[in-house]
């Protein structure tokens, strides 16, 4: 049901996703590789703002020196030389002025500080309402530069360039943009949603291991909340996942990124259905903040917390052993974790504190995105055993 196009030209062949929005907010996600730079080039500045020539391109000290040059060059109008193919329509002929930002690497710098030197740097450059930031990054980069559009001036135009498979497959998608407070991750920020997400899959080649599987949980989770035949695709080509083979990785992105628009496009601001993609999240986001910065990635914090929710899950009786059995498989297959360490500082108390701070809660109450059912159903209720929630803790702790 979602619209995806594919497109073969001379400069490349990419995957064109739809996320479908009201008031001709909607926009293209390009999954591709082997882009010719003039086809990514003409594509990016397609999408900055038809109000104004000039971009804040932002990325972090980790990526700067693989990327951001040729970013840079991208952006910027082409050079008299190079040649628009026929029907282009004159895109990228204009002028366009990229400034550059670099920020520190590290979650513990998605923060107000940070976000506020953002800001800095766009009102010294003199940016007016009519510009457009770019982020080139990850997650985190994402998450700010698209809040600092989303402000800056009362909101501008942003294109979103993510650089891990986290991003890729979830947060450059679907308008949530925010930075973390001392008191909980995510907790200011806001709806905006980008211009365009443009990925070239060529990036993920300098991508760590780690990280790369850390984006696997949440591919993961969409086979698990909505999608049977991807979850078993994933089950049959996690090898090839693990080994960068591009088809592979261009069709988990693609597929990921096609269920998620149809999830943003259902409910954008997330009366509902959306919560669903938090699968794993409340426990995962209490192990987050409860180890002690730095000790998990985001996805393997949220791989342990959709172990846990599995087993809750079973214990409830709404899935049955051999459904929880194959997720701990493929979890632990894709190199992801499912359970504590011996020596975590997780306990229960911590659990159950970390937890009630949860965005998700209501009234008081406690809500999961719990498995029931067959593979790829789910339901996010408030309506669970405590005592089931309580043995699962206990077990893992
Ligand atoms: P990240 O942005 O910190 O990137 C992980 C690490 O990889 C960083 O050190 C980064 O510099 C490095 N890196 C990035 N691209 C690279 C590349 N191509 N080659 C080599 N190194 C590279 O982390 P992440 O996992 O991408 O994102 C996690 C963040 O995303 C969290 O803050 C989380 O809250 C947020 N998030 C947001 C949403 C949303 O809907 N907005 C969804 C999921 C996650
Ligand atoms: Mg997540």
């Given at each position: 049901s979602s619209t995806t196009t594919?497109?073969?030209?001379?400069?490349?062949?990419?995957?064109?996703?739809?996320?479908?929005?009201?008031?001709?907010?909607?926009?293209?996600?390009?999954?591709?590789?082997?882009?010719?730079?003039?086809?990514?080039?003409r594509i990016l500045r397609s999408h900055v703002s038809a109000k104004g020539a000039r971009v804040l391109l932002v990325t972090n000290d980790r990526i700067a020196p693989m990327y951001l040059e040729k970013y840079r060059r991208l952006l910027s109008s082409p050079s008299s030389s190079s040649v628009e193919g026929k029907g282009g329509g004159g895109i990228g002929e204009r002028t366009i002025r990229v400034d550059t930002l670099i920020l520190p690497d590290g979650e513990e710098n998605k923060n107000l500080d940070i976000l506020t030197?953002?800001?800095?740097?766009?009102?010294?450059?003199?940016?007016?309402?009519?510009?457009?930031?770019?982020?080139?990054?990850?997650?985190?980069?994402g998450d700010m530069v698209g809040f600092a559009s989303a402000i800056y001036q009362r909101g501008v135009d942003?294109?979103?360039?993510?650089?891990?498979?986290?991003?890729?497959?979830?947060s450059s998608v679907g308008g949530k943009t925010g930075v973390n407070h001392p008191l909980g991750k995510n907790m200011i920020g806001s709806f905006h949603q980008p211009?365009?997400?443009?990925?070239?899959?060529?990036?993920?080649?300098?991508?760590?291991?780690?990280?790369?599987?850390s984006g696997l949980s949440e591919v993961i989770k969409y086979g698990l909340i909505r999608d049977a035949p991807f979850f078993d695709w994933l089950d049959a080509n996690l090898a090839a996942l693990l080994d960068r083979d591009t088809d592979a990785t261009r069709y988990a992105v693609r597929r990921s990124c096609e269920n998620k628009a149809e999830?943003?496009?259902?409910?954008?601001?997330?009366?509902?259905?959306?919560?669903?993609?938090?699968?794993?999240?409340?426990?995962?986001?209490?192990?987050?903040?409860?180890?002690?910065?730095?000790?998990?990635?985001?996805?393997?914090?949220?791989?342990?917390?959709?172990a846990m929710a599995a087993t809750m899950s079973e214990k409830m009786g709404w899935i049955d052993g051999g459904l929880r059995g194959r997720i701990y498989n493929v979890l632990e297959r894709a190199g992801l974790p499912v359970r504590l360490p011996v020596d975590s500082p997780?306990?229960?108390?911590?659990?159950?504190?970390?937890?009630?701070?949860?965005?998700?809660?209501?009234?008081?109450?406690?809500?999961?995105?719990?498995?029931k059912g067959e593979l790829g159903s789910c339901v996010f209720t408030g309506e669970f055993d405590t005592a089931a929630l309580r043995e699962t803790i206990e077990e893992f702790v």
């Open positions: 594919t497109t073969t030209t001379a400069g490349g062949r990419y995957d064109v996703v739809r996320v479908d929005l009201e008031d001709g907010r909607d926009y293209p996600i390009y999954v591709g590789s082997g882009y010719d730079e003039r086809e990514s080039g030197s953002i800001l800095d740097r766009a009102l010294e450059l003199g940016l007016d309402r009519g510009c457009t930031f770019v982020a080139l990054g990850g997650g985190v980069i942003f294109i979103q360039i993510p650089t891990t498979v986290m991003a890729m497959v979830d211009n365009c997400v443009f990925v070239d899959l060529d990036v993920l080649d300098t991508l760590p291991d780690r990280e790369l599987r999830v943003v496009k259902a409910d954008e601001r997330e009366a509902g259905m959306r919560a669903t993609l938090n699968l794993g999240h409340t426990f995962g986001h209490a192990i987050e903040n409860g180890s002690g910065y730095g000790t998990w990635l985001h996805g393997e914090a949220v791989s342990i917390g959709t997780m306990k229960v108390e911590t659990f159950e504190k970390l937890m009630s701070l949860d965005k998700k809660v209501a009234d008081g109450r406690l809500r999961l995105i719990l498995l």
